[in-house]
């Protein structure tokens, strides 16, 4: 065997000394775990060195060295996967304001879907959700901005600002033919994460909109109430429009429902990436019948609720596929005060399902929709006709249809099966 060359075998450290320039010197090399990782592609690095060279010799504009080093980096990690980005401090600032619950802005999270920036979901009771701006509605302008070759973080920077400011979006929608424009008011983002109400006497209705940190122990508390309020003969957990967030969190919800068993569980290349989630005894709803809700805004996080309690044949997951970011961004501050967010692992469910590009399909397919009431609400019965006989019993009292079921098409299919669940459930005691 021939050996090595000599370059070959250098350090990074004198092999960056010996290609690069002297500007590139100042950012220190991290340790690497596998000793042969050590070895560095030289005609790569070279190539790097001259192109640098180039753009800082032939620019049409001077250009400092710091500029292009962050420019470099925004490109290395941008091109992993649309997920991972390099953040300077203003954007590293952005992204903790986020997930603190609470910023100015529309109320929308966004993803890049082949190359284009696309709704991933409104936040419940925003200024996107009032709207009308759905999941998978592709983003072409913010006001007068075409959003082609955008980065997401350049798009978040457009979409916030001042509370009382406005904003116009224009959107292109599967089914229509021409854009969509919409103008919103920005406002100050507070993310409240659970609500829950009974949608008739028996039947309960939980929205989890996204994971925040006490996410878990709100659902317990909501379901606590409701089964207060009566026995519960069956709950709705809706996850639509629900862009994921704490992986704790997620785990606690469907906590919630399970005995026992595997919720989630995450592989990466590092051992700290390498993570499981198991149910614990004790649980808040074990043996509710119950339906899950989700659509094309479901993701991350509540995917991971959904397949869990799909796997497990704890409730009947129902309505569109799910979006499919089954991935695991570790946020990693630099020492300058910037930030790097990484893809580091991806999400697995209880029986070996990959989330990513795969999303959680439903059991029973339920598009979206609006129930249609007529001015009666009923057609002609035996007791419209003139002449016909009186009941001896008592007539029975007619539920309203709450404002809820009236606009959600999807919702009211829900209550239907659970409604029937009950019915079945009834005749085999």
Known sequence: MSPR???????????????????????????????????????????????????????????????????????????????????????????????????????????????????????????????????????????????DGMSLQEAVELMRGEPGSEIEMTVMRSGETSPITVTLTREVIRTESVRSELLEPGYGYLRVSQFQTRTGEQVNDAIGQMERDGELKGLVLDLRNNPGGVLQAAAAVADAFLEDGLIVYTEGRLPNTEMSFSAK?????????????????SASAAEIVAGALQDQRRGVVMGTETFGKG???????????????????????????????????????????RVEITES?????????????????????????????????QLGEALNLLKALDVVGQRNR
């Open 5 to 147: 060359p000599a370059s070959l075998a250098l350090s990074p450290r004198r092999l960056m000394a010996t290609l690069l320039p002297a500007a590139l010197l100042s950012f220190p090399l991290p340790a690497l775990a596998d000793p042969a990782a050590n070895d560095l592609p030289v005609e790569d690095i070279q190539t790097f060195a001259e192109v640098f060279e180039r753009i800082k010799r032939a620019y049409v504009e001077e250009v400092d060295d710091s500029t292009l080093l962050r420019n470099a980096m925004r490109g290395m990690l941008s091109e992993l996967d649309p997920h991972s980005a390099y953040l300077d401090r203003d954007e590293f600032q952005s992204l903790r304001e986020s997930t603190q619950g609470e910023f100015g802005g529309i109320g929308i999270e966004v993803g890049m879907e082949d190359g284009q920036l696309t709704v991933i979901t409104p936040i419940d009771d925003t200024p996107a959700s009032r709207a009308g701006l759905q999941a998978r509605d592709q983003i072409l302008r913010i006001d007068d901005t075409p959003t």
């Open 281 to 297: 005894r004790e649980t808040a709803a074990p043996d509710v019948p119950l339906v899950i809700l989700i659509n094309g805004g």
């Open 327 to 369: 991935s695991v961004q570790q946020i990693m501050p630099l020492g300058n005060g910037e930030g790097v967010k990484l893809t580091t692992a991806l999400y697995f469910t209880p029986n070996g399902r990959s989330i990513q590009a795969q999303g959680i399909e439903p059991d029973v397919e339920v598009v979206r929709g």
């Open 377 to 409: 609400g009923r057609g002609v019965r035996e007791a419209d006709l003139e002449g016909h006989l009186g009941s001896r019993d008592q007539p029975r009292e007619r539920r309203e249809l709450s404002e809820r079921l009236r606009d959600d098409y």
